[in-house]
């Protein structure tokens, strides 16, 4: 991160700037994402953690660290393990959350006896990071609600030395937190209108779960920032793009709603006519977001109409009106809808694709269990260039350590 030396004002007035940025992401992953990232750049910190609240307990949500990116080949995201801890005086984060209290040391390692709080030094030696300074503030809304804590670590000077952060970064780290706060109420409003519609898939389709869309917008959006970095997408665009389909793909199977009970819940594999009708949910899901007012309504009816066409032309639904389902062009060899192939099917459509396969694959059904990790790699570098985009699947297999970190972060729910 570039030093540029400010002075006072300039900083304020950059950190009102930067709310007016922050109110503009619609997701709420992507925004804590983005809160860590300008955070660092207000107060100049190497380092930083932003933690969500999450009943009586505080679970780390992003970690970001310059020093160890630099030591990645280019693209690559560092990789960091998801935990939780409970909100007590006992760590640095929980203190400050319970007390709803600014807390700055100069050295975690050097916190004082008296104090309740020590630094937890586990993270540091697996990483072989030292862990100097430290600036942590809760998020709390104007109604004293916690939406979780931020962390910003290792503050650098001019030259690049790790220094303590000073009572000027306390006020600009204030100022940007309650800013922040103001854009997480918004987008946290965003994600519950998204999640009701995903409840309601969840009551008619029992393999619509809450992890399961999490893990493939999650797979989504990280498959993404790979590919957009192999074809130098302008990152002003990717992080516009990244924040629209992560909403997006959580409602790629949002169609379902008009699907039969008997066939959604059906215990077993569906029978040809079934499977046709079940088909429908692509082109039903996709008339939810006819009126598009914005782009995430083009990005979801995007999702919701193509994620289950194949690259090399046999998916469906294929050239249907979305009004009605009815064939627009016929395939003259099976009388059925012509399918999209290749890039007739928009990026969007292609990554989400590959992300619910491989989660479907992974996880269990009434009718399957889970396939080994191994069996399911292979199946998909199997179909790579027939039913994936030979590029999404290269994407895919080069971020995988992210995938696999995903996939435990979001486990199904034992019932």
């Not at 109110?23 to 925004?31: E, F, G, M, P, T």
């Not at 609240?53 to 992003?62: E, K, V």
């Not at 516009?240 to 008997?262: C, E, F, P």
């Not at 995430?296 to 050239?319: F, M, Q, S």
Request: charged letters at 25%; a negative charge.
């Amino acid at each position: 991160m570039k030093y540029v030396k400010q002075t006072r004002e300039e900083i304020l007035a950059g950190i009102i700037e930067t709310e007016s940025y922050l109110n503009k992401i619609q997701d709420v992953d992507v925004l804590m994402e983005q809160i860590l990232t300008e955070a660092r750049k207000v107060v100049h910190a190497d380092a930083g953690s932003i933690y969500v609240h999450d009943g009586d307990r505080l679970a780390i949500h992003y970690a970001q660290n310059d020093t160890l990116q630099k030591k990645l080949p280019p693209g690559q995201k560092m990789l960091y393990s998801y935990f939780s801890f409970p909100i007590n005086e006992k760590t640095i984060a929980g203190y400050s959350a319970l007390t709803n209290q600014l807390v700055n040391e100069s050295d975690v390692y050097e916190i004082s006896p008296e104090k309740p709080y020590k630094f937890g030094r586990q993270t540091d030696a697996v990483s072989g990071y030292r862990t100097v300074s430290n600036l942590t503030i809760p998020l709390r809304t104007s109604a004293g609600n916690i939406l979780g804590v931020l962390q910003i670590l290792n503050a650098l000077d001019e030259e690049g030395n790790v220094t303590a952060f000073s009572k000027d970064h306390e006020l600009y780290i204030s100022h940007f937190a309650s800013n922040a706060t103001v854009a997480l109420e918004h987008a946290h409003l965003t994600r519950s209108m998204v999640l009701r519609m995903i409840r309601m898939s969840e009551l008619r389709d029992p393999k619509e779960t809450g992890p399961h869309v999490n893990r493939v917008s999650s797979y989504a959006v990280e498959v993404y920032d790979r590919w957009a970095f192999n074809h130098s997408v302008d990152p002003e665009e990717s992080r516009k793009y990244r924040d629209t389909l992560k909403i997006a793909s959580m409602l790629h199977d949002v169609g379902k709603v008009a699907i039969s009970d008997l066939i959604l819940k059906k215990p077993a594999r569906f029978t040809p006519d079934e499977y046709i009708i079940m088909q429908g949910h692509t082109w039903l899901g996709a008339k939810l977001f006819n009126e598009i007012e914005s782009r995430v309504d083009k990005i979801a009816r995007e999702v919701a109409l193509t994620h289950h066409e194949n690259w090399d032309g046999t998916g469906y639904p294929g050239r249907v009106d979305v009004d009605t389902g009815a064939i627009i062009e016929a395939d003259p060899q099976t009388g059925k809808a012509r399918g999209l192939r290749g890039e007739e099917i928009p990026i969007s459509g292609r990554i989400v694709a590959l992300a619910d396969v491989y989660d479907a694959l992974s996880c269990k059904r009434v009718y399957k269990e889970p396939w080994s990790e191994d069996k399911v790699l292979e199946e998909i570098e199997k179909m790579k260039g027939t039913k994936f985009d030979p590029e999404v699947v290269d994407a895919f297999f080069e971020i995988l350590p992210s995938i696999q970190s995903i996939r435990e972060r979001f486990p199904d729910v034992e019932t």
